[in-house]
Every structure is written in structure tokens, then in C-alpha cells.
């Protein structure tokens, strides 16, 4: 996992949108994996700058969202559908046909959990997916409990879930109970996974799902078992890593660069070169 700890929000976004234009632009990753909430607000304006600057391209980019919210139509304020039309894709040249969403409406939930990873396979899999944290540890709508290899499927909302999303309905009431999310082993499947969260109140699942055990309890933590896995973070989301000042040294993987030029003066000394 490589760990980067940034100075506040504003520059995680930018940090994160240096790496989405570089695997978009740079190494052809059209197939995109996309969180909602409010963790990726900021990268979807540096994204959408990005385009209005002609940085980055998104004409032959594919979409799929991770989860939306059961029995909320797409029109529906709250609706994950709709969060993306208004930060993301009224803003850029996705085509409407590489929109790629779950179906909160649909009257067959089971073929319409199949169906998405039926469309992910067509299109050659996510290269880049790009997440979002829960404070109980979840990524998509994989509560504490779900199976590290899941699938897309429907899930339970976690009481933990619904107190943090409230503030984007009137009441918790209006909240809905189940979702369809993409599963674990859907994330896993990513060829590449790029983590953001901000704030101190997700320091405790940072926390779990870098230094912690893989667990079920904290289902990010099974990013541990995936090898090209970026997370960025804050300093507050930071807070409670243990070897933190390892992170910020090291980004928490070999420097390729500082170690060739160590290298390379080795073998000058040695007389090899
Ligand atoms: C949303 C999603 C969730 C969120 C998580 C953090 O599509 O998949 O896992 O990423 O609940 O939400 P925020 O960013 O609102 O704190």
C-alpha cells in the first residue's frame, strides 16, 4: 500500500487528481470505478477542471459507480445517480451509454447484481477504482460483517451508516436500509484502487485498514491483500496510524528513483560501471 499524507483536503484532491489524469491520459485506463459522499466532492471539481483545461479526456471513458441506494429513483435528490450527474457527469464528455449504474429501482435484483459485473467483464474490468471510506471501515456499501470475497449484491445498511448519511435527508427515517454495492472481491478485482478520506473521524478505519488485521469487521482492510493500492489521506485521517512519519518518509513503499541513484553510485564505487 502506498501512503500518502497530504496537508489538508484541497490537497488531496489535487494529489488524487495528479494520479487519475496520469492512469487515464497517460495509461489508458477507460474503465473507472467511482465513489459518491463526500470524500471525492473535491477531486470531481479538480477532475472537471481538468477537462474544462483540456488536461484530461473523457470521451472514450467508461463509469461504474459502486453502489446506489435501494428504492430511490434517479431523479430523487439523494439518489447516488443523481450526486454524480450534478459533481461529475453534467460536467464532462462521458458518453450517456458509458455511464455505467446499479438500478436502485429494479424489480430483479438479482439479475440486475449480475448483469453489472456481467457489463465490468465485457469491458476488460475496472483499471482504476477509486473509494471512499466509511467510518466502520466500509467501502461501497460493505458493512462490517460482509464476506471479503463478495460479489455485487444487496446489502444492509450498518446503524453507523445511516447516522452518517441523515445529514443528506430530512430525517434518518428517510434514509434507506439497503443498497446495491459492488462487493469486496468486485473492488478487489480492480487492477488498480485509489483510497481518499479527510477529517479525524476517519482516522480510527484508516487506522484498521492499513496497520489492522484483514478482517471482515473493517472490510477496506482487505485492500491489504491487493498490490497496487494508493491511499491519500490527510493529516486528521492520519492521526492514528502508528508509523505514520514511516508513510510521509517513504510513502509507505521503496522511492524507485532515490534507490536507483543509491544503486547506481554503489556500482560506480564498486568499479562496475
Ligand atoms: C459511496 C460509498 C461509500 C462512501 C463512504 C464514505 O459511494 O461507496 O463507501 O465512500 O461511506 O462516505 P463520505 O465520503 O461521505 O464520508
Known sequence: MRVTICSN????????????????????????????????????GEMVAGYQRKEIDF????????????????????????????NLFNHVN????????????????????????????????????????????????????TPLYSRT?????????IEDNKRFFKSA????????????????????????ATGSNKADAIAGMIEGPITSMNTASALQLHNEVNIIIDEAAASKLTRKEYYKKTGGSANVADMYAYLMAARKKAGLD
Not at 485506463?29 to 463526500?38: N, Y
Not at 430523487?76 to 450534478?86: G, I, L
Not at 427515517?173 to 481518499?196: F, K, N
Request: aromatic share 8%; charged share 25%.
Open 94 to 145: 462521458l458518453k450517456a451509454d458509458n455511464i455505467h449504474f446499479l438500478d436502485g429501482m429494479t424489480d430483479d435484483l438479482d439479475s440486475e447484481c449480475m448483469a453489472y459485473e456481467g457489463k465490468m467483464e465485457d469491458l476488460g474490468g475496472i483499471k482504476l477504482q477509486i473509494l471512499g471510506i466509511g467510518r466502520d471501515g466500509h467501502i461501497g456499501f460493505n458493512e462490517p460483517g
Open 59 to 86: 470521451s472514450d471513458v467508461h463509469t461504474f459507480n459502486l453502489d446506489e441506494y435501494l428504492g430511490l429513483p434517479v431523479e430523487h435528490e439523494q439518489s447516488y445517480r443523481n450526486f454524480m450527474n450534478t
Open 173 to 196: 427515517d428517510e434514509v434507506p436500509r439497503w443498497a446495491l454495492s459492488m462487493g469486496v472481491g468486485t473492488i478487489l478485482d480492480a487492477r488498480e484502487i485509489l483510497m481518499i
Open 9 to 44: 483536503e484541497a490537497a488531496v484532491a489535487k494529489e488524487a487528481y495528479k494520479l487519475v489524469r496520469d492512469r487515464v491520459v497517460n495509461q489508458g485506463a477507460k474503465v473507472l470505478g467511482l465513489p459518491t459522499g463526500s470524500s471525492p466532492i473535491k477531486l470531481y
Open 153 to 161: 449484491g444487496y446489502v444492509t445498511l450498518a446503524a453507523e451508516t
